[in-house]
């Protein structure tokens, strides 16, 4: 009995051993490759590595947005016997303040002793200085260098360039880039449109890490590829120049652009801000200056500002009237200071009237009972049609976040939205650009570049195409034409020229006087607040200058020059700032002279050797007349 029980004991303890030789067999041989790569995943680390974020450059190569080396100093938990001891050190030499010492004490009990923390970044080089000094009393502590965006240009280009700043957790695609500590995204302007082209390809580091996940030695590194360039339109020279201009303003726009292709030359709007401010992490107390600054000094003015277009809306008018046959050039409407319609009166800014006017001098004197008069013929849907081939009332398809499409009423519209019938009072106040009426200084750039050139010119901000995948060459677009009698066209431009080239023309004060130079405009002023009866018979309008800056007047103001050869369109809207034409047209003034002084002089030609040349001063005109 003894060995039977011997014999079974032996056969299953064969059995065991059998069994344990064919797994040790299966695990060592048969899946010994398996095994080996997850011993090689577990040892070593594969880390992305950011790439440097593309540049952004002016049309003549002028570094617009740029990548500057950035110090951060960072502190090792286990390498310090005291932090916070170590960070009130120092706190002596660089300044840190309380907060700071705090988040980084939170930081480190979070994260394991051997993971830096960034205690601040941005260092200067003589911050850096200080701390290579004090090396020996602050153990723990590393200094290391990065990259981080830098805008040379600060405020001139914030509204148009944007800025960049570190990813929200809502902005989390599953792009293991944006999981990167301290990787930024663009957060509005170019940036944020061509962010995915300018982002770049990350590159990879392999490194060896013990089973805590300390890193031992680097194996292989391999630098990712930069962002793509991007190039844009804009002339830095001109968009100083512009901002200059708009400095003496608490709240405007401006926009230039070639007439031919479409490009925005400058694009400003004020006031505005510096948007380095961001990329190093802006501060509680300079974020709500800005949000609550009356002023919006985060708000791009000239892309998302939309205003009443005021008398600027005329052309429009008076070339619907023209094409459709119901008005002729030379024929009068009588003005006496006002129109009834009903019960209602609608009055002439000029209270004594015009007089008889046709249509070029319905435009030069801006003369609001014409347009009365010819807009009862043509009915609000026809005018509509024609702001719409403007460049009104839509997108102008500009490459910025944000972009407004205003607003151009029909009969429909009010039906739809607002669930009442259209009135023919509506028309006529709509005929002077009010009412319902709004758009925004970029389209208004768009509606004169189109008038002078009679295609249907469309703004863009880059020289090339830019896509994630590359960059392209963008090719010489051919705008359609605007299917628009050329001689209509050539009568609104004559009148136009009417305004600031002919005396007693409400733009006269603020024409060019530079030979060949000359511009040809279109003053504005929207009202912002209702003008009662009461007040007209009572007080008489009070002035602009005796009400409170919100409830002045807008100061509008639209031009292309020169005159002979259209090659530049601009648009001003200084937000209450008065009367357009003498407020917003010297701007506009002084930036069509500039843009046309440029082109001389890189042409070789000197601004100076033209006859009647005359220096560039920001001053207000003297007119002649005024429009409401």
Same mark, same amino acid.
């Given at each position: 009995?003894?060995?039977?029980?011997?014999?079974? &004991?032996?056969?299953?303890?064969?059995? &065991?051993?059998?069994?344990?030789?064919?797994?040790?067999?299966?695990?060592?041989?048969?899946?010994?490759?398996?095994?080996?790569?997850?011993?090689?995943?577990?040892?070593?680390?594969?880390?992305?590595?950011?790439?440097?974020?593309?540049?952004?450059?002016?049309?003549? %190569?002028?570094?617009?947005?740029? #990548?500057?080396?950035?110090?951060?100093?960072?502190?090792?938990?286990?390498?310090?016997?005291?932090?916070?001891?170590?960070?009130?050190?120092?706190?002596?030499?660089?300044?840190?303040?309380?907060?700071?010492?705090?988040?980084?004490?939170?930081?480190?009990?979070?994260?394991?002793?051997?993971?830096?923390?960034?205690?601040?970044?941005?260092?200067?080089?003589?911050?850096?200085?200080?701390?290579?000094?004090?090396?020996?009393?602050?153990?723990?502590?590393?200094?290391?260098?990065?990259?981080?965006?830098?805008?040379?240009?600060?405020?001139?280009?914030?509204?148009?360039?944007?800025?960049?700043?570190?990813?929200?957790?809502?902005?989390?695609?599953?792009?293991?880039?944006?999981?990167?500590?301290?990787? /930024?995204?663009?957060?509005?302007?170019?940036?944020?449109?061509?962010?995915?082209?300018?982002?770049? /390809?990350?590159?990879?580091?392999?490194?060896?890490?013990?089973?805590?996940?300390?890193?031992?030695?680097?194996?292989?590194?391999?630098?990712?590829?930069?962002?793509?360039?991007?190039?844009?339109?804009?002339?830095?020279?001109?968009?100083?120049?512009? #901002?200059?201009?708009?400095?003496?303003?608490? $709240?405007? $726009?401006?926009?230039?652009?070639?007439?031919?292709?479409?490009?925005?030359?400058?694009?400003?709007?004020?006031? /505005?801000?510096?948007?380095?401010?961001?990329? !190093?992490?802006?501060?509680?107390?300079?974020?709500?200056?800005?949000?609550?600054?009356?002023?919006?000094?985060?708000?791009?003015?000239?892309?998302?500002?939309?205003?009443?277009?005021?008398?600027?809306?005329?052309?429009?008018?008076?070339?619907?009237?023209?094409?459709?046959?119901?008005?002729?050039?030379?024929?009068?409407?009588?003005?006496?200071?006002?129109?009834?319609?009903?019960?209602?009166?609608?009055?002439?800014?000029?209270?004594?009237?015009? %007089?008889?006017?046709?249509?070029?001098?319905?435009?030069?004197?801006?003369?609001?009972?014409?347009?009365?008069?010819?807009?009862?013929?043509?009915?609000?849907?026809?005018?509509?049609?024609?702001?719409?081939?403007?460049?009104?009332?839509?997108?102008?398809?500009?490459?910025?976040?944000?972009?407004?499409?205003?607003?151009?009423?029909?009969?429909?519209?009010?039906?739809?939205?607002?669930?009442?019938?259209?009135?023919?009072?509506?028309?006529?106040?709509? $005929?002077?650009?009010?009412?319902?009426? &709004?758009?925004?200084?970029?389209? &208004?750039?768009?509606?004169?570049?189109?008038?002078?050139?009679?295609?249907?010119?469309?703004?863009?901000?880059?020289?090339?195409?830019?896509?994630?995948?590359?960059?392209?060459?963008?090719?010489?677009?051919?705008?359609?034409?605007?299917?628009?009698?050329?001689?209509?066209?050539?009568?609104?431009?004559?009148?136009?020229?009417?305004?600031? !080239?002919?005396?007693?023309?409400?733009?006269?004060?603020?024409?060019?006087?530079?030979?060949?130079?000359?511009?040809?405009?279109?003053?504005?002023?929207?009202?912002?607040?209702?003008?009662?009866?009461?007040?007209?018979?009572?007080?008489?309008?009070?002035?602009?200058?005796?009400?409170?800056?919100?409830?002045?007047?807008?100061?509008?103001?639209?031009?292309?020059?020169?005159?002979?050869?259209?090659?530049?369109?601009?648009?001003?809207?200084?937000?209450?700032?008065?009367?357009?034409?003498?407020?917003?047209?010297?701007?506009?003034?002084?930036?069509?002279?500039?843009?046309?002084?440029?082109?001389?002089?890189?042409?070789?030609?000197?601004?100076?050797?033209?006859?009647?040349?005359?220096?560039?001063?920001? /001053?207000?005109?003297?007119?002649?007349?005024?429009?409401?």
């Amino acid at each position: 009995m003894f060995t039977r029980r011997a014999l079974m &004991l032996g056969a299953g303890k064969g059995v &065991l051993l059998t069994g344990l030789a064919a797994r040790m067999y299966y695990l060592q041989v048969l899946e010994s490759d398996r095994y080996r790569t997850l011993a090689d995943e577990n040892r070593i680390s594969h880390r992305l590595l950011p790439p440097p974020r593309g540049l952004v450059t002016d049309r003549f %190569g002028a570094p617009l947005a740029v #990548n500057r080396q950035n110090y951060h100093i960072m502190i090792v938990r286990e390498q310090t016997p005291d932090v916070r001891r170590t960070l009130e050190i120092l706190d002596q030499i660089i300044e840190l303040g309380p907060d700071t010492i705090e988040r980084v004490e939170r930081d480190v009990s979070r994260r394991r002793s051997f993971v830096p923390v960034t205690v601040r970044d941005n260092l200067t080089w003589d911050e850096v200085a200080r701390v290579g000094v004090n090396a020996p009393d602050l153990p723990g502590l590393i200094i290391d260098a990065g990259r981080s965006r830098d805008y040379p240009e600060g405020p001139h280009l914030a509204h148009t360039l944007g800025y960049v700043a570190a990813v929200s957790e809502k902005e989390l695609t599953g792009d293991p880039l944006l999981e990167l500590p301290g990787f /930024t995204i663009g957060k509005s302007g170019v940036e944020k449109v061509y962010d995915l082209a300018l982002r770049g /390809t990350a590159g990879t580091s392999q490194v060896e890490v013990n089973a805590l996940g300390r890193v031992i030695r680097e194996l292989e590194r391999e630098e990712g590829e930069s962002g793509n360039t991007v190039v844009m339109t804009l002339d830095l020279d001109l968009q100083r120049f512009a #901002n200059q201009r708009l400095s003496g303003q608490e $709240s405007a $726009s401006a926009v230039v652009m070639d007439i031919h292709n479409g490009e925005v030359l400058a694009l400003s709007s004020h006031p /505005t801000y510096d948007p380095n401010a961001f990329t !190093n992490g802006i501060s509680h107390k300079l974020w709500n200056n800005l949000v609550n600054n009356p002023y919006a000094p985060l708000s791009n003015k000239a892309v998302n500002g939309t205003y009443a277009p005021g008398s600027t809306f005329k052309m429009c008018v008076a070339l619907a009237g023209l094409e459709a046959g119901i008005i002729t050039p030379n024929q009068k409407f009588f003005c006496n200071g006002h129109l009834d319609l009903g019960n209602a009166r609608f009055h002439c800014w000029k209270r004594g009237g015009h %007089g008889w006017v046709d249509m070029h001098d319905s435009l030069k004197h801006s003369c609001d009972v014409y347009y009365y008069e010819i807009s009862q013929k043509i009915g609000i849907d026809r005018i509509a049609a024609m702001a719409h081939k403007l460049g009104l009332g839509e997108d102008t398809g500009i490459d910025l976040p944000n972009e407004r499409s205003g607003l151009i009423p029909t009969k429909d519209w009010k039906e739809i939205q607002l669930g009442k019938r259209w009135q023919g009072g509506e028309t006529l106040i709509a $005929s002077i650009g009010q009412g319902y009426v &709004l758009s925004t200084p970029l389209q &208004l750039c768009t509606m004169t570049a189109r008038l002078a050139s009679g295609k249907a010119v469309r703004p863009h901000l880059t020289r090339d195409h830019v896509t994630p995948e590359g960059v392209t060459s963008r090719e010489a677009e051919e705008f359609p034409e605007l299917q628009v009698s050329r001689a209509n066209l050539a009568r609104i431009r004559d009148s136009m020229n009417g305004v600031t !080239n002919e005396i007693r023309g409400t733009g006269y004060g603020s024409r060019i006087k530079i030979k060949g130079m000359e511009m040809a405009g279109k003053s504005g002023t929207s009202q912002v607040r209702r003008i009662t009866m009461r007040e007209r018979q009572t007080t008489g309008v009070i002035g602009n200058d005796e009400l409170p800056w919100k409830y002045r007047d807008h100061a509008l103001f639209v031009a292309f020059a020169p005159v002979e050869n259209p090659r530049y369109a601009c648009a001003v809207v200084v937000e209450h700032g008065g009367g357009g034409s003498s407020v917003a047209g010297p701007i506009v003034r002084d930036l069509l002279q500039k843009a046309q002084e440029l082109q001389s002089a890189r042409q070789g030609i000197s601004a100076a050797n033209l006859p009647n040349s005359a220096h560039l001063r920001p /001053t207000s005109g003297n007119n002649n007349e005024n429009e409401g």
